[in-house]
């Protein structure tokens, strides 16, 4: 026997005698040194910072708030989770949960122990009652690899590299998509969560209700280990093309004095005609770097090809001409090629801080920031502005979501390269937000920012990301969590912890 296993059997040993001593059925704990042990022998493993694996573990999305972990522990069973969980709370030793690692404010991780999703990577697809049963260590290309040449499109992310829970348990939108068949987190029939003390739960409409509501919307790290998600799935068949295509289009102004006639000229088309038609999608961009600017509309039309242009083309004779505009009929997975692959690659090297305003509207007022800025050789911080189309996504309202009245989602990515900018750069986006909130205060237009682009710079963040959920959400924690052991700086408290 080697002595691997020799020690996995005193460690069975150790936590079977702990069980029977404190007759506790659910709590099993083992010590760290055999918390390990079990980890590895199970096919998980267990990362320090001299770890040949470690620096590609340990990367972050978003350079400029890289923090290194001590140890990265990374269960291949839920059972190990659970036990990793039972063993760490009861040492009193805090932990992050790591997903797909795309948290703007690096929440996944932290100096002290990280349990990491990434070796649950199952993936199971049910036709016959379009649903998808999907592991929490999947990120949405590989969801959309398996579902590609199929009918179906699935509610997520448009960055390939984005982890399923993450994006899910805060909303998540699909800025094509979502408008027909809702939000990510509209899109979730049952949750299997293991707890703080190594309880794995199911919650679902009918087992652990308000858990259910909790997670969706309220946020990843907050309630408890997401294991596996159960996504409904959508068949693409109204668009008469072959294997789930929908039209998708790519719209391109490169003339800064046409911007404002272009987004007033969007604006109007949203008013009368897309609010009405939910197959409509938009992602625009207003794009900033040092000697350059332009804007793009992604659209996108989830309705027959044959209807395309008599729907597009009046919106569009009626502004300025754009410089590139191209249709394409791709499916959900060829839309990430032009949205995400080469534009998101991971890691990445670059620093980048975004801010977020859930909009009701976008006044003229609101549209002097959108356009204030302009090239400048002064700074190497490239700015992109996405304005997200989102009037009538939220499609369940019995959910955490706490924007079912937003059209827009106004979320400009500021993106600059070495550490001496960080100062001047989250300087820039904040008081960009600052005065858009200013110029949208008379009309109310602003009412929170979006939880999935969390912001550590952001005052008063719980009126901002949850409004009027705040309280209900704080006493679910209290039921799931009641001593506070899934803790981040901008995370969800019990009450009386
Ligand atoms: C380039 C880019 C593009 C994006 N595009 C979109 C978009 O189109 N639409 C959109 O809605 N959002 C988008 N996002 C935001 C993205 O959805 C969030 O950053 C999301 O929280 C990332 O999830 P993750 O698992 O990758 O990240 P992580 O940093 O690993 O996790 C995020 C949070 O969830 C927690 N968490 C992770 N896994 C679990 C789990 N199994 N159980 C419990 N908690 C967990 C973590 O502790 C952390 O607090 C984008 C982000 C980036 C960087
Ligand atoms: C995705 O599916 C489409 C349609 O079946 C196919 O043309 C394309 O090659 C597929 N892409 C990949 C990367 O498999
Ligand atoms: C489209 O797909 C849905 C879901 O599978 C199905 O109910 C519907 O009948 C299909 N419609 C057509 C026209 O095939
Ligand atoms: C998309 O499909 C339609 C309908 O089949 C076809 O007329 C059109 O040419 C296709 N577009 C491209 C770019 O292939
Ligand atoms: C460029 O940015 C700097 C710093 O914000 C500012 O002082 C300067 O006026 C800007 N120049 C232009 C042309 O906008
Ligand atoms: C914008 O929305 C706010 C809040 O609903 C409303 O009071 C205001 O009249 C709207 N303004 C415009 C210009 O549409
Ligand atoms: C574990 O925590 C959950 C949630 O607080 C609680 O309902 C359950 O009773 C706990 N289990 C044990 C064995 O203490």
Redesign the pocket.
Known sequence: MTSLSVRFGLALLHSTLILSIFG????NTVSMSDLESIITSHGGQVLRITDVGYPKAATLWNAAIQVWPSLIIRPATYDDVALALSTLYSLNVPIRIMGGRHSYGGYCSHRGVVLDSTLLKKLEIDWESETITMQAGLIWSEVYAALNGSEYAIIGGLCPTVGVVGYTSAGGYNSLYSRSYGLGSDNVLSFKVA???G?IVTASSTSNPDLYWALRGGGGGNFGYVLEMIHKIHRINQTNLPTGQHSFLSITWSNRNDFRAVLRNWLKFVDEVANFDTRIGFDVIIFTNSENSFLLIYGSFNGPHADLESIFQPWLSKGPKPDIYTVKNFTQFEVITVTGTANYPFPVKERQHIVSAMAINITEAMLDVLLESQPNTTFQISQYIGVIYLHDTNKDKNTAWAFPDITFDIAPGFVWYTSEDDSTAINIAESWLKRLMNAAAPTESIVGGYLNYIDPYMDNWQQMYYREHWDRLREIKT??D?TWYFRFPQGIPPNNP
Do not use: A, D, L, Q
């Open positions: 506790v059925i659910g709590i707890t703080y003390n309880t039921v799931w009641p």
